[in-house]
C-alpha cells in the first residue's frame, strides 16, 4: 500500500465529489414541483381586525415614545451596573422574581413558567 499525500487525497475527494455530483443530476427526475396555481388574494381586513392592528400599532408607538422620552433621565436604568457570578470564564447574572409577577410600564403582568 502507498503512502497517500494531501495532494493526492485532494485529488480522490475531488473525483468522488464529481462523480456523486453527475450521478444525482444524471438520475434526476423530470417532475416539477412548481405552483400551477396562481396564489389567491388576500381577503380584506374587517373593521374589527383593523381595530385590533391600530390599537397594536398605537401601543407600539407609545413604548417606543416612553423608552425615547426617557433616554439618560434614570441614573439606575442606564448605568446601574449588575452583579454577577463567575462559571469558568462566563459572567452569570441572575434576577429574582419573589412574586412571579413582571412590572412592565406600570403594569403588572404575569409570568409564564
Known amino acids: 500500500m502507498s503512502k497517500l499525500d494531501r495532494r493526492s487525497f485532494m485529488k480522490l475527494m475531488g473525483a468522488g465529489a464529481a462523480s456523486i455530483g453527475a450521478g444525482a443530476l444524471v438520475g434526476r427526475s423530470s417532475t416539477s414541483y412548481a405552483q400551477t396555481d396562481p396564489t389567491p388574494a388576500a381577503a380584506p381586513l374587517t373593521q374589527e381586525q383593523l ?3 391600530t390599537e397594536m400599532d ?3 408607538a407609545e413604548g ?3 423608552f425615547l422620552d426617557n433616554i439618560g433621565k434614570d441614573e439606575l436604568y442606564w448605568n446601574r451596573q449588575l452583579d454577577y ?9 441572575g434576577f429574582d422574581l419573589p412574586d412571579g409577577r413582571l412590572v412592565d410600564a406600570g403594569k403588572a403582568r404575569p409570568i409564564r413558567r
Open 58 to 60: 398605537n401601543l407600539h
Open 85 to 93: 457570578t463567575l462559571d469558568g470564564d462566563t459572567k452569570v447574572f
Open 51 to 53: 381595530d385590533a392592528v
Open 64 to 66: 417606543v415614545q416612553i
